[in-house]
């Protein structure tokens, strides 16, 4: 446990903003999760509709040092280059 009144404090953010990351990080498993259904689905339309959101969350978690903004990017791009392959 830390004994200095600044170290105390850094616990303390840290702990909170590693619950915010980690809802970030949910959220974006979540919607991946369902691209994948919808996509193994062939139902191209409504993937292509949550790839707009998708494409938000990585780079809202880029943004907050979440997520390496060139991991959000390949991210992105995988997802649609399987979009425009199937398309």
Known sequence: MPK??????????????HQRNLIIKREIKKALKK??????????TEAKASLGK??????????????HPNTANRKKSRLASKVSKAA
């Open 35 to 44: 691209f994948q259904a919808l996509f193994l689905a062939k139902n191209l």
């Open 54 to 67: 998708i494409y938000s969350l990585l780079d809202k978690a880029a943004q907050k040092k979440i997520m």
């Open 4 to 17: 200095r009144r600044a170290a105390v404090k850094r616990l303390r953010v840290d702990k909170k903003r």
